[in-house]
């Protein structure tokens, strides 16, 4: 089955930047949908930001517009998320999951229509 790689976590100042990747470990995303989602502690699960698997479509929570950006790289296999002045509060473990629908202009945040999940990163924020 598909895996999933993620890379880039780590521990930043607020308002400071970082960038988190996702990369197919065996196989292509071409027919994936691929989503952000992230799990503070006592809190539930977060949908954060989805692309499209033709990456024509984006979808984003309110709480990052604005200041996340989701990009893909159909060559390299991998899928970003480009967060900028970030807050204490997007402290949490990030997933990504991707999403075998074949439909090529559906963006999703729900977490349940994934199919495949990565190992997660813990991005902290501090203040």
């Known amino acids: 089955h598909l895996q999933l790689v993620e890379s880039g976590g780590g521990l930043v100042q607020a308002g400071g930047s970082l960038t988190l990747a996702c990369a197919a470990s065996?196989?292509?995303?071409?027919?994936?949908?691929i989503g952000w989602f992230r799990q503070a502690p006592g809190k539930a699960r977060e949908g954060v930001s989805s692309i499209s698997s033709n990456g024509g479509s984006t979808a984003y929570a309110d709480s990052v517009k604005g200041r996340f950006t989701i990009s893909r790289d159909y060559h390299k296999k991998t899928v970003y998320l480009q967060m900028n002045s970030l807050k204490p509060e997007d402290t949490a473990v990030y997933y990504c999951?991707?999403?075998?629908?074949?439909?090529?202009?559906?963006?999703?945040?729900?977490?349940?229509?994934?199919?495949?999940w990565g190992q997660g990163t813990q991005v902290t924020v501090s203040s």
């Open positions: 065996e196989w292509s995303l071409d027919y994936y949908g």
């Open positions: 999951a991707a999403d075998l629908n074949y439909l090529s202009d559906y963006a999703t945040l729900q977490a349940y229509e994934y199919d495949y």
